[in-house]
């Protein structure tokens, strides 16, 4: 065999073989640097407000994908009135080590949020998840899109089919998607919307979107950035959906924040089949309807 057609028979093999290895090298260099990084945030704030912890990390996905697996995992985010705390029994990071920045999270077990009212007292929510999933993009070290699901959410005062919160930076602003289906409400924030909800859609954008953008690049705490949003007149302009049985109720307005970050504001009603002067009522702690009227 000559030495040319040698060349062209081993080459993209030995090509193959070098991109493998760089991958691996790549690999351990990145998932030793995040090791060294999980290891100094952990009980500590890892960006400013936002402090996390765990019992036990592992790191696999060898050799093109990382996956980061806790256990116990607590994030608290610190707030106006007190700490946003949120733990999770099993939770998964999924990032590739090549591409745009993406990251895919699952949660598993048991879940408990908890935050202080602006009355001070501590409220707790704990919940099992059927299937608890999100995803993130980061673009220029800025957070531009977050995408998460809940199926079969079950808690003990609250109960939901699927719920999901998406995220995205648009021209217009910060677009925010919230929706609900087949829930049920005993108490609580919602209980005016309860007890059965059939199905429940919020589409809102948030404006004065430039004094947020620190947060999302994770260089400012969130009760800073939210302060400065609602003392410039930020407001959330809101299309909201409430379907219970048969009947569906079409409302929309403009929200703000009080001095405790809680949303305050009315929407009226708005699709062209509801009753006319219905209105909702976000007052801080609770959502009320206007005295009179008849309820979704």
Do not use: C
């Not at 007190?82 to 999270?105: K, N």
């Amino acid at each position: 065999m000559r030495y040319s057609s040698r060349f062209f028979l081993y080459a993209p093999f030995a090509g193959l073989l070098l991109l493998a290895a760089i991958a691996m090298v790549h690999w351990w260099l990145v998932a030793s640097a995040l090791a060294k990084r999980l290891d100094a945030v952990n009980g500590h704030e890892i960006i400013p407000g936002v402090r996390i912890g765990f019992s036990h990390k592992t790191l696999a996905g060898f050799p093109f994908r990382l996956d980061i697996l806790l256990k116990n995992l607590r994030i608290e985010v610190a707030e106006v009135d007190g700490p946003i705390i949120w733990t999770s029994e099993d939770f998964a990071m999924h990032e590739l080590t090549y591409g745009r920045v993406q990251a895919i999270f699952e949660a598993a077990g048991r879940q408990t949020l908890s935050w202080t009212d602006a009355h001070g007292a501590v409220h707790r929510f704990a919940f099992l998840p059927g299937t608890f999933r999100a995803s993130s993009i980061l673009q220029d070290g800025r957070l531009v899109r977050f995408d998460s699901e809940i199926i079969d959410l079950d808690g003990g005062t609250f109960r939901a089919r699927s719920a999901q919160l998406h995220m995205r930076t648009s021209r217009a602003g910060i677009d925010l998607y919230l929706s609900v289906g087949e829930a049920h409400v005993q108490g609580g924030y919602a209980a005016v919307l309860g007890p059965d909800i059939s199905n429940l859609i919020v589409n809102g954008t948030l404006d004065r979107s430039d004094k947020l953008q620190a947060l999302l690049r994770g260089e400012r705490r969130l009760q800073d950035a939210l302060e400065e949003w609602r003392q410039s007149g930020g407001a959330i302009v809101n299309d909201f959906a409430v379907t219970k049985g048969k009947t569906t109720a079409h409302l929309d307005g403009r929200l703000a924040l009080n001095t405790h970050h809680d949303a305050v504001g009315a929407l009226v009603s708005a699709g062209p089949g509801d009753a006319t002067g219905r209105v909702l009522n976000f007052a801080g702690t609770r959502i009320v309807f206007g005295s009179g009227l008849a309820r979704p």
